[in-house]
Nanobody, 122 residues
Framework: QVRLAESGGGSVATGGSLRLSCAFS????????MGWFRQTPGKQREALAV???????QYADSVRGRFTISQDNVENALNLTMNSLEPEDTAMYYC????????????????WGRGTQVTVSA
């Protein structure tokens, strides 16, 4: 059974930093793509960053230069380091994985954790 568990969220002031982690397990085969996403009430889930086994990374324009995605294959963990946080970054953050390609989109990502809340105050 696939499991994804996000952690590391919290409340920070504008300009602050957080590091999110996602512990994953249960994949029969290594995923072709892992990523971080976020969602606010009433809005669609947004893809922020994806990473392929080759190390290729894609970032959304909204977070490029501020957020860094990384994967620890030894610990089976996916991380997201977030710097220069802004109130607009306030959201529930999720990690996920998919097979068959790696694109910056929510399409094809079918396994989700419960999320971790990030709140950035002005």
């Amino acid at each position: 059974q696939v499991r994804l568990a996000e952690s590391g969220g919290g409340s920070v002031a504008t300009g602050g930093s957080l590091r999110l982690s996602c512990a994953f397990s249960g994949f029969r085969y290594p995923a072709d793509c892992m990523g971080w996403f976020r969602q606010t009430p009433g809005k669609q889930r947004e893809a922020l960053a994806v990473i392929a086994p080759s190390g290729a990374i894609q970032y959304a324009d909204s977070v490029r230069g501020r957020f860094t995605i990384s994967q620890d294959n030894v610990e089976n963990a996916l991380n997201l380091t977030m710097n220069s946080l802004e109130p607009e970054d306030t959201a529930m953050y999720y990690c996920s994985a998919r097979y068959f390609g790696c694109v910056l989109s929510t399409q094809g990502f079918n396994h989700w954790g419960r999320g971790t809340q990030v709140t950035v105050s002005a």
